[in-house]
T-cell receptor, first 107, second 114 residues
Framework: EDKVVQSPLSLVVHEGDTVTLNCSYE??????LLWYKQEKKAPTFLFML????IEKKSGRLSSILDKKELSSILNITATQTGDSAIYLC???????FGAGTRLTVKP | ETGVTQSPTHLIKTRGQQVTLRCSSQ?????VSWYQQALGQGPQFIFQ???????GRGNFPPRFSGLQFPNYSSELNVNALELDDSALYLC?????????????FGQGTRLTVV
């Protein structure tokens, strides 16, 4: 059965810390992996990854896909309180989501 | 602001009733996906519509049905509501043609079944 597993499920850090969120997947027809940030209701798009080993970067956030290991990581450097959210990864063009990582950044 | 709008934003229904949720997709998008998100969980894929045809379905019973209209807006219908149907229902629109694109989400409909 296809599945997407995120870890950790929950993380509490202080402002300025660097965090790494993990997403591993087992799907029969992988096309892409996407990262979203969900603060209140609507998840907002962060990155789409289709090629292994190519880092996508946006400000303090970056992500990379490892197709050999069937996984991806999302890094956030110099965290701020505004980074507090649930981070979701999805595969197969957003068909299958992981449970998310709830990140809390304390002042 | 993604351009994807859902209505209503909140809804309370009684067990056994039927409900229709609506989603208007972002301009230029031809695909709409629906998700159910229970508290503390990631979104669960219900189904996807592409050019008015169902194009994939998750593990949901037949009482969850949908429609997509020629303008690519969509409806999610749930019959015989159960208490466990209480959740946030999200729709996402995307452009599915020759390449993958990201999905943009609406703000969701919070359904409470009592």
């Amino acid at each position: 059965e296809d599945k997407v597993v995120q870890s950790p499920l929950s993380l509490v850090v202080h402002e300025g810390d660097t965090v790494t969120l993990n997403c591993s997947y087992e799907v029969t027809n992988f096309r892409s992996l996407l990262w979203y940030k969900q603060e209140k209701k609507a998840p907002t798009f962060l990155f789409m990854l289709t090629s292994s080993g190519i880092e996508k970067k946006s400000g303090r956030l970056s992500s990379i896909l490892d197709k050999k290991e069937l996984s991806s990581i999302l890094n956030i450097t110099a965290t701020q309180t505004g980074d507090s959210a649930i981070y979701l990864c999805a595969v197969d063009v957003s068909v299958r989501f992981g449970a998310g990582t709830r990140l809390t950044v304390k002042p | 602001e993604t351009g994807v709008t859902q209505s209503p934003t909140h809804l309370i229904k009684t067990r056994g009733q039927q409900v229709t949720l609506r989603c208007s997709s972002q301009s230029g998008h031809n695909t709409v996906s629906w998700y159910q998100q229970a508290l503390g969980q990631g979104p669960q894929f219900i189904f996807q519509y592409y050019r008015e045809e169902e194009n994939g379905r998750g593990n949901f019973p037949p009482r969850f049905s949908g429609l997509q209209f020629p303008n690519y807006s969509s409806e999610l219908n749930v019959n015989a509501l159960e208490l466990d149907d209480s959740a946030l229902y999200l729709c996402a629109s995307s452009l599915r043609d020759t390449r993958n694109t990201e999905a943009f989400f609406g703000q969701g409909t919070r359904l409470t079944v009592v």
